[in-house]
């Protein structure tokens, strides 16, 4: 079998805690890592080009999107909310609102911030969650709380009744998870914000009793499997 070449933009919307990306790099670093093991058994091969929407509010051009250079447009999680009024954010929800009117283009994939931005950029309303922080390889406490017209629900949890989406058109799915993170990463994050003041102590402990003591399987790369069949479909 011929093996499939995909060429995918990631948007750059952050850069992971020090400590994070002195173990295992940063999102141009984390992304390629769980895609290429989630394409293992897929028979395709990724490139990538990486654009920083934050510092340089850099970004693929629409006429390279409209010839068809890239098969989908990743956007990265952010600590960052999808609804602030932001120079960059204002930016990209401006892109992402031209590039969700060319659906034969491109496909769009959201995770966490990503998933929230291209909800928000579609008409939906993103803000802070009421039922507070939520830890299931992720940790977010803003969600989508009406996803827009065109758009259908996949996934909820106790938490977040709109945990992942899907358009309509075909073109877009997104997920307020972390795929990338690893456990140990998911260790770092909580450690730090609690050191910080950001998480209450009795809320992180409990989550570190949690990936100290739940089972060795994580769902990262059959999320990302199905992100890819979604996009060569």
């Given at each position: 079998m011929t093996q499939r070449n995909l060429h995918f933009a990631l948007l750059v919307c952050d850069t992971p805690l020090?400590?994070?990306?002195?173990?295992?790099?940063?999102?141009?670093?984390?992304?390629?890592?769980?895609?290429?093991?989630?394409?293992?058994?897929?028979?395709?091969?990724?490139?990538?080009?990486?654009f920083d929407v934050v510092n340089e509010q850099a970004y693929p051009s629409l006429e390279d999107i409209e010839n068809k250079k890239y098969d989908a447009i990743v956007i990265t999680g952010s600590k960052y909310d999808a609804h602030d009024h932001l120079p960059w954010i204002l930016k990209m929800v401006e892109f992402l609102q031209a590039v969700l009117k060319k659906?034969?283009?491109?496909?769009?994939?959201?995770?966490?911030?990503?998933h929230q931005l291209i909800l928000h950029a579609a008409g939906g309303v993103t803000e802070r969650n009421p039922k507070g922080w939520e830890r299931i390889n992720q940790l977010h406490?803003?969600?989508?709380?009406r996803i827009p017209t065109g758009f259908v629900n996949l996934a909820s949890t106790e938490n977040t009744e709109n945990?992942?989406?899907?358009s309509e058109?075909?073109?877009?799915?997104?997920?307020?998870?972390?795929?990338?993170?690893?456990r140990d990463t998911i260790?770092?994050?909580i450690k730090k914000r609690t050191e910080s003041g950001v998480l209450p102590k009795d809320l992180a402990a409990q989550w570190l009793?949690?990936?100290d003591t739940e089972s060795?399987?994580?769902?990262?790369?059959?999320?990302?499997?199905?992100?890819?069949?979604?996009i060569i479909l």
């Open positions: 020090p400590e994070v990306v002195a173990k295992y790099g940063d999102y141009t670093k984390q992304f390629p890592v769980i895609f290429e093991r989630a394409s293992a058994s897929k028979n395709v091969r990724i490139g990538w080009d990486f659906p034969e283009a491109v496909k769009l994939v959201g995770f966490c911030f990503g406490r803003d969600y989508v709380s945990h992942a989406t899907v058109n075909g073109q877009c799915i997104t997920i307020q998870g972390h795929p990338e993170f690893n260790r770092i994050v009793h949690k990936l060795e399987e994580m769902e990262d790369v059959w999320v990302v499997e199905k992100f890819i069949d979604f």
